[in-house]
């Protein structure tokens, strides 16, 4: 991908609309019911008969959190008892021994992830635990490329905490921080100081954290140019491995916690367009490449090292450097990408806990991938990771003729590539530095389903 990237204001005005982020193709609103736990072990079984040495990836949802951060529109479940986590962890180990008994132990867990809510709202010893239990059921890897991290709130880190993860096997962590400014950080119900955060990026350096990841939203109620850029300027100064900037969505009738936030704070349109702007002149003045769909790197990090050498992908993670693995998710809400079929977890609490106590893999919904979905998946795939798509390699991977197969997608393609958002030359489509930041608007137009009523 081409390293430049140009902000043209107009074309953001013009393109960006709301679509899916691509961490996964089809997308989670064309998972139904009638994929459940029998297809979830079916395709396991196909996974160890077609690649038994093929490594695993496995994402923990942690749900809690101990205070509402009215922006967010994750599941999460606000609480201050230690116990609920603790009733949690003892049918997350549950799950842990039915899932693994899914794969051959052979099958090497060569990427770890602890996502939530707020993984750190479990104690010390409860984490220690977690991870000795995937250790006694799955077969983790201990080689020094293995990538082990998790999702950290540093407002609740104490002394020792970044050092004990160390220790029990973590080497990457991510921070939400969002916005420094404390104008922001009361509207979003988030009062985090830049001592409690740096101090927690200190000593991820100290105990030898391979990677730390910032979480950073623009568009948020009372944000100003000068606020966000010192929020952005004192990161920097810390050098953190990669930055992600989230655009915030204002939806509240989908997300409760977001109805205490006042529409009349949020910065309009153009204001919002000012601050991403912001963020990618600093961020990029500083050395950090933009990655994609909201990601910047240091030129030494894993992913932009995996993107020069073709290899990055997306999952329900972001961007990855893990492309060989069957992905498996536990806990409340999580998704499984196993072999050509995708499979989700209960979103409810109550329903995750009555398949776990009844010994059954918690199996929600979940899509079997059509031949078509695997190709548009990998056209997708290329152009989210690498920001082109090469046609003669597809074609050869597919056994098919591309402009016949996307004669549609290529139609739909056409204003952009008038726009100078999108360059063909010869056998490749790529993107131009004007349309880096619009990847997913170029991916739609290979999206079957976008635009199309979902299936339950």
Not at 33 to 60: H, I, K, T
Not at 252 to 268: G, S, T, V
């Amino acid at each position: 991908m081409d390293a430049a990237t140009r902000f043209d204001a107009d074309l953001l005005r013009r393109y960006d609309r709301p679509g899916p982020r691509y961490t996964s193709y089809p997308t989670a609103p064309q998972f139904n019911s009638a994929f459940g736990e029998a297809q979830l072990r079916a395709y396991a079984r196909q996974s160890n008969d077609a690649a038994s040495e093929r490594p695993l990836s496995l994402y923990v949802h942690i749900p809690y959190c101990r205070t509402p951060c009215f922006y967010c529109g994750c599941n999460r479940l606000i609480t201050r008892d230690p116990e609920k986590g603790a009733r949690y962890l003892e049918r997350l180990r549950h799950e842990i021994a039915l899932a693994a008994a899914l794969f051959e132990h052979r099958r090497e867990v060569v990427q770890l992830h602890l996502g939530g809510g707020t993984p750190n709202f479990l104690r010390g010893e409860e984490l220690e635990s977690l991870v000795a239990a995937v250790r006694g059921h799955f077969n983790l890897s201990s080689a020094p490329g293995r990538d082990f991290s998790i999702e950290l709130d540093p407002r609740f880190i104490a002394n020792g905490d970044i050092e004990h993860l160390a220790r029990i096997g973590f080497n990457r962590a991510s921070f939400g921080i969002q916005d420094f400014a404390p104008d922001v950080q009361q509207a979003i119900n988030r009062g985090q100081s830049v001592e409690q955060t740096l101090d927690a990026i200190a000593a991820c350096r100290q105990s030898s954290f391979r990677s730390v990841n910032v979480d950073l939203i623009y568009g948020l109620p009372r944000q100003t140019p000068a606020g966000f850029a010192n929020t952005l300027d004192t990161l920097i100064a810390v050098r953190p491995d990669r930055f992600a900037i989230y655009g915030y969505a204002h939806m509240p009738n989908l997300f409760k916690a977001q109805r205490q936030i006042d529409a009349r704070d949020l910065p309009d349109g153009e204001a919002k367009l000012r601050l991403l702007q912001l963020a990618i002149e600093r961020l990029t003045a500083a050395g950090y490449r933009y990655i994609g769909m909201d990601h910047f790197a240091l030129p030494e990090d894993e992913l932009s090292k995996a993107q020069d050498a073709g290899t990055l992908q997306r999952n329900f993670m972001g961007y990855t450097t893990h492309a060989e693995c069957d992905l498996l998710g536990l806990g409340v809400s999580a998704i499984s990408h196993v072999g050509h079929s995708f499979s989700q977890n209960a979103r409810d609490l109550s329903d995750w806990e009555a398949a776990i106590d009844q010994d059954r893999l918690p199996v929600w919904r979940g899509l079997e991938l059509s031949s078509d979905d695997v190709i548009r998946a990998d056209v997708i795939q290329q152009w989210m990771c690498l920001g082109y798509i090469d046609i003669g390699a597809v074609e050869r991977r597919h056994a098919i003729d591309f402009l016949s197969y996307f004669g549609e997608a290529l139609r739909r393609l056409s204003p952009l590539i008038s726009d100078g958002l999108v360059s063909v030359v010869g056998s490749f489509i790529s993107v131009t530095p004007r349309g880096r930041l619009l990847l997913r608007s170029v991916a739609t137009c290979f999206d079957r389903y976008f635009g199309t009523p979902t299936v339950n």
